[in-house]
Structure formats: structure tokens, C-alpha cells
């Protein structure tokens, strides 16, 4: 009988790659598609995921035991005062509220010179009357809205309104009723020092940080760089430190006042003026030479003195200002660029959570936290949910075909995770650049396919071995029984 030429189907070993030698070779080389989708597999080899670190920064925003901190996750899920402080316009409201009192603390400054609120003009009473009770019945609204009041004390913008409620509550309030009680007039107390205390309240133009990322991304920037900078004006000090010292061995000596003056005119010996010590020296060098105040003055002093002074302040302008300072604002920039691109990418990932979280809970109809292609098929059904795609910069028709390839592996079906799908979803934002990473990932999927195609190719050869050696086998038996026939005839 003929044999099947091995041979022809023979691939390259490989020894990394782990072959199924168990007899359900042919169900899987011609299995039909599974009823279940299979778990994505996240790299080809289970212990070089060289996505792992990437992986870990966006599960941190899509975990939920990771969650960042939510007072709303405190509040009860049902009733009037939850639905109050959970809504945005409530939020709003109190925002403007607190920069109308912010403004109101520059006219009460300016116009209320009474010492207490019993003196006052109407005007300011019932100013501070409707925002002493609107701030009040914020904090109250908050703190019913708690599910365990406890809870209260462990979230710190609600203690930081509570203590400005108290100050407010103090004065001008409390102070007015004492004195009442004492017959009137003024109490003995620093009230100046307590007028100061209103300032606190200009302190809830903190609260503005949270709805204007913008100014959180400058404020982090700064803290950023406050080490760049620490180190910039380190050496800043150092440059000063050695061209004072060099100022005062070269600057010439000043003889007395009159003789300064008879000769220099007003502006008297530039060592008495600009170079009489050491820090002296300094802290004219950084005002005139740093700073660049007023520099034609000190330079046209020195040049008519010393011309040795004259070259080492050029020097000075050309390193601490034109250098020192111009470098202190390129580390700036670079700084405050680098952590606003961190902040956007972290705003775009929440937005994204946002949108889609709730939307991918509606889709998952078997509940098993994964997307699948018949599942994901229904996201381009629902209109909200290619608004939400078109608000965060995503091409629907790239997405559509970059889902053909994942939620497919060789044909079969599989299911992706949530994190997958927006990490997906991020990756095709509009703008995006593509990085080595990128190119990698993709060689990486390839590198996968070629290896699953062979080792398929691997099992079907294993498989014609196999046949070979049955008819081997056969052929073998054949031989036997016709020799045995032979020797009969």
C-alpha cells in the first residue's frame, strides 16, 4: 500500500513551543466553533509579559477594589438628600456660591468697618446671613446623605467645610451674640486678627480644583519640579557665591565719603554701593545681574571704575541670567508638558470608564464580566454608544475592524475582558502615535499566529507519522500472509 509522504509536511522544530501529543489531536485540528468563547490570551508566553507594567497602571483605574476614593460610594443609594448631594447641578451651585462669596469678601473688606455684625449695615448682615445658611445647609445636606455617619469624619472635604462652617459660625455670628449679651459695643479681642479669620473661607476656592483639571495639572507640574528648581538656584548660588568673592579681591579700594563723592559724583565708590561684603555683593549681583533690574545703572557704574569688574558682571549676566534662568524655565516646561500629558491620559481613562462602564454592563448578557463578538456586535447598535466612542476621539470603522482580529484567534471566537476592550479602545484614540512598543506588540501577534499555525502543522504530521507506521504495520502482516500463501502453493 502506499505510504502518505511524511514529508511534505514536515515543519521546522520547535523547542520552546510545547506540542499536544494526546490522542484529542483530531477534534482539535477540526473542532467546530465553541459554544463559549475561550479567555483571550494575553502574550505568547505566560511568563514574559512584557505588557505587565502598562497593564497594571490602567487596572488601577478600571479595578474597583482600586478605585480612587469616591465620597459618593459612602452615600446611601435611595433618598431625597443622597439624590441632592450626588447631583451635579448641587455641585455647581455651590461652586458658584463660594466664588460670589469670594468676590463678597473684597466689598465687605472694603466697606464694613463696623467691629461687629450689630453695627454693620444691613447690606452686610444679610449678605453674610444667606451664605453662612447656604453653606450650612450644604454641610447638612452632606452629612445625612452619609449611609454611616461615621463615615463622615474619614472624608477630608467634608471636615475641611466643616471647620470653615464653624469659623463662619464664629464670626461674625457668635461674636455679635456675646456681645449683645454683654450690653453691647465692642469686645476686647484682637478683632483685626479676626477679620483675618475670614480669609479662611477664601480657602473653598480649593474645591474649584476638582472641576478645573487644569489647574491641578499646574499645581502637580510645580511640585514636580520643585526639586529641578531646588537644584537650578542651588547652582545659582554657587555662580553668585564665587563672583562675589571674585567682586570683592578686584573691585578697587573705596577711599572716604567725600573723596567718593568728589570724585564718582552722587553715586559715590562702587564698592560702598554694590560690593562693600561678601553677601552684599551677592544679593546686588543677583538684583542687577539675575534679575536684570535696573541694569544699565550698575553697568555703566562699574565700566567707569573697573574694567575687571566690568568683564566678570558680563560673565555673571551671560551665566546666571541668560543661561541659569533660561534653563530653569526649558526644565520648567518639560516638566509641567510631561505631567500634563500623565493627567490627560488619566482624565481620558476615566472618561472612557464613565461612558462605556455602565453601557458594557447592558451588554454583558451571560454576566461573566467578559465581551464577546456577538456582545460586542450590540455596541454598535445602541447610538449612545458610538456617541461616547465619537466623544473620546475613537474611529468606529478602525475599531470595527481592529475587533476582527480580537475577538478572533484562528478562527474561533473568544471573549474579551472590560480592561481589554478600553485598553482597545484608548489605543485607537485619534492622535495617538505609534511606538516601538506598538510595532513590537504587533510582530508579537504575529509571531503567535505563525506558531499556532505550526503547531497544527506539527500534529497533522504527527498524525501522518502515526498513519505511516499502521501501514507499515499492514503492509508488514500483507507479506507475511502471502509468503504463507506461497509456501501452500
Given at each position: 500500500?502506499?505510504?502518505?509522504?511524511?514529508?511534505?509536511?514536515?515543519?521546522?522544530?520547535?523547542?520552546?513551543?510545547?506540542?499536544?501529543?494526546g490522542?484529542?489531536?483530531?477534534?482539535?485540528l477540526?473542532?467546530?466553533?465553541?459554544?463559549?468563547?475561550?479567555?483571550?490570551?494575553?502574550?505568547?508566553?505566560?511568563?514574559?509579559?512584557?505588557?505587565?507594567?502598562?497593564?497594571?497602571?490602567?487596572?488601577?483605574?478600571?479595578?474597583?477594589?482600586?478605585?480612587?476614593?469616591?465620597?459618593?460610594d459612602?452615600?446611601?443609594e435611595?433618598?431625597?438628600?443622597?439624590?441632592?448631594?450626588?447631583?451635579?447641578?448641587?455641585?455647581?451651585?455651590?461652586?458658584?456660591?463660594?466664588?460670589?462669596?469670594?468676590?463678597?469678601?473684597s466689598?465687605?473688606?472694603?466697606?464694613?468697618?463696623?467691629?461687629?455684625?450689630?453695627?454693620?449695615?444691613?447690606?452686610?448682615?444679610?449678605?453674610?446671613?444667606?451664605?453662612f445658611g447656604?453653606?450650612?445647609?450644604?454641610?447638612?445636606?452632606?452629612?445625612?446623605?452619609?449611609?454611616n455617619?461615621?463615615?463622615?469624619?474619614?472624608d477630608?472635604?467634608f471636615?475641611?467645610?466643616?471647620?470653615?462652617?464653624?469659623?463662619?459660625?464664629?464670626?461674625?455670628?457668635?461674636?455679635?451674640?456675646?456681645?449683645?449679651?454683654?450690653?453691647?459695643?465692642?469686645?476686647?479681642?484682637?478683632?483685626?486678627?479676626?477679620?483675618?479669620?475670614?480669609?479662611?473661607?477664601?480657602?473653598?476656592?480649593?474645591?474649584?480644583?476638582?472641576?478645573?483639571?487644569?489647574?491641578?495639572?499646574?499645581?502637580?507640574?510645580m511640585?514636580?519640579?520643585?526639586?529641578?528648581?531646588?537644584?537650578?538656584?542651588?547652582?545659582?548660588?554657587?555662580?553668585?557665591?564665587?563672583?562675589?568673592?571674585?567682586?570683592?579681591?578686584?573691585?578697587?579700594?573705596?577711599?572716604?565719603?567725600?573723596?567718593?563723592?568728589?570724585?564718582?559724583?552722587?553715586?559715590?565708590?562702587?564698592?560702598?554701593?554694590?560690593?562693600?561684603?561678601?553677601?552684599?555683593?551677592?544679593?546686588?549681583?543677583?538684583?542687577?545681574?539675575?534679575?536684570?533690574d535696573?541694569?544699565?545703572?550698575?553697568?555703566?557704574?562699574?565700566?567707569?571704575?573697573?574694567?575687571?569688574?566690568?568683564?566678570?558682571?558680563?560673565?555673571?549676566?551671560?551665566?546666571?541670567?541668560?543661561?541659569?534662568?533660561n534653563?530653569?524655565?526649558?526644565?520648567?516646561?518639560?516638566?509641567?508638558?510631561?505631567?500634563?500629558?500623565?493627567?490627560?491620559?488619566?482624565?481620558?481613562?476615566?472618561r472612557?470608564?464613565?461612558?462605556?462602564?455602565?453601557?458594557?454592563?447592558?451588554?454583558?448578557?451571560?454576566?461573566?464580566?467578559?465581551?464577546?463578538?456577538?456582545?460586542?456586535?450590540?455596541?454598535?447598535?445602541?447610538?449612545?454608544?458610538?456617541?461616547?466612542?465619537?466623544?473620546?476621539?475613537?474611529?468606529?470603522?478602525?475599531?470595527?475592524?481592529?475587533a476582527?482580529?480580537?475577538?478572533?484567534?484562528?478562527?474561533?471566537?473568544?471573549?474579551?475582558?472590560?480592561e481589554?476592550?478600553?485598553?482597545?479602545?484608548?489605543?485607537?484614540?485619534?492622535?495617538?502615535?505609534?511606538?516601538?512598543?506598538?510595532?513590537?506588540?504587533?510582530?508579537?501577534r504575529?509571531?503567535?499566529?505563525?506558531?499556532?499555525?505550526?503547531?497544527?502543522?506539527?500534529?497533522?504530521?504527527?498524525?501522518?507519522?502515526?498513519?505511516?507506521?499502521?501501514?507499515?504495520?499492514?503492509?508488514?502482516?500483507?507479506?507475511m500472509?502471502?509468503?504463507?500463501?506461497?509456501k501452500?502453493?
Amino acid at each position: 500500500m502506499a505510504k502518505v509522504a511524511s514529508s511534505d509536511f514536515v515543519r521546522p522544530e520547535q523547542p520552546n513551543v510545547a506540542v499536544d501529543n494526546g490522542e484529542n489531536a483530531d477534534a482539535d485540528l477540526m473542532s467546530p466553533t465553541h459554544s463559549k468563547p475561550l479567555p483571550r490570551k494575553k502574550c505568547l508566553f505566560e511568563f514574559s509579559d512584557t505588557e505587565a507594567i502598562k497593564e497594571k497602571v490602567r487596572a488601577a483605574k478600571f479595578d474597583k477594589s482600586k478605585r480612587p476614593y469616591d465620597v459618593k460610594d459612602n452615600y446611601h443609594e435611595t433618598g431625597f438628600f443622597q439624590w441632592i448631594a450626588k447631583h451635579e447641578r448641587f455641585e455647581n451651585c455651590t461652586l458658584a456660591v463660594i466664588v460670589i462669596n469670594a468676590f463678597w469678601i473684597s466689598v465687605d473688606t472694603d466697606g464694613n468697618t463696623a467691629e461687629t455684625m450689630l453695627d454693620a449695615k444691613p447690606m452686610y448682615i444679610v449678605a453674610d446671613s444667606l451664605f453662612f445658611g447656604y453653606f450650612l445647609v450644604e454641610v447638612i445636606t452632606r452629612f445625612i446623605a452619609f449611609k454611616n455617619k461615621r463615615d463622615c469624619l474619614k472624608d477630608g472635604w467634608f471636615k475641611f467645610d466643616f471647620v470653615l462652617v464653624l469659623l463662619y459660625a464664629f464670626d461674625p455670628f457668635t461674636i455679635a451674640i456675646v456681645s449683645k449679651a454683654q450690653g453691647g459695643g465692642a469686645l476686647d479681642l484682637p478683632t483685626s486678627v479676626l477679620r483675618l479669620c475670614r480669609l479662611a473661607r477664601l480657602s473653598r476656592l480649593v474645591r474649584m480644583l476638582r472641576s478645573l483639571p487644569e489647574l491641578m495639572i499646574m499645581i502637580k507640574g510645580m511640585l514636580t519640579a520643585s526639586l529641578s528648581v531646588g537644584y537650578t538656584l542651588g547652582l545659582l548660588m554657587v555662580i553668585t557665591y564665587v563672583f562675589g568673592i571674585a567682586m570683592r579681591n578686584l573691585v578697587p579700594k573705596a577711599g572716604t565719603d567725600d573723596e567718593c563723592t568728589e570724585k564718582w559724583g552722587e553715586d559715590g565708590c562702587i564698592e560702598n554701593t554694590f560690593f562693600s561684603s561678601v553677601p552684599e555683593a551677592m544679593h546686588n549681583l543677583i538684583i542687577f545681574g539675575t534679575f536684570l533690574d535696573d541694569l544699565s545703572f550698575y553697568m555703566w557704574a562699574v565700566k567707569a571704575q573697573s574694567p575687571a569688574c566690568l568683564v566678570l558682571s558680563w560673565c555673571y549676566v551671560a551665566l546666571a541670567s541668560l543661561t541659569v534662568m533660561n534653563m530653569l524655565i526649558g526644565v520648567l516646561c518639560e516638566v509641567i508638558s510631561a505631567v500634563a500629558v500623565e493627567e490627560n491620559e488619566s482624565l481620558m481613562v476615566d472618561r472612557v470608564h464613565d461612558k462605556l462602564g455602565s453601557l458594557m454592563e447592558q451588554l454583558d448578557q451571560n454576566s461573566d464580566g467578559t465581551l464577546s463578538w456577538d456582545e460586542f456586535k450590540g455596541v454598535l447598535e445602541f447610538p449612545a454608544a458610538l456617541k461616547c466612542l465619537e466623544d473620546v476621539h475613537v474611529d468606529v470603522g478602525s475599531l470595527i475592524d481592529m475587533a476582527e482580529d480580537t475577538f478572533f484567534e484562528d478562527g474561533d471566537p473568544v471573549s474579551v475582558s472590560f480592561e481589554d476592550f478600553m485598553s482597545m479602545v484608548l489605543d485607537l484614540r485619534g492622535g495617538q502615535q505609534a511606538t516601538v512598543a506598538d510595532i513590537l506588540r504587533s510582530g508579537k501577534r504575529f509571531t503567535q499566529k505563525i506558531m499556532n499555525v505550526t503547531n497544527r502543522l506539527n500534529k497533522c504530521d504527527e498524525k501522518v507519522q502515526a498513519q505511516n507506521e499502521r501501514v507499515d504495520a499492514m503492509d508488514e502482516k500483507l507479506d507475511m500472509i502471502l509468503g504463507a500463501l506461497q509456501k501452500e502453493e
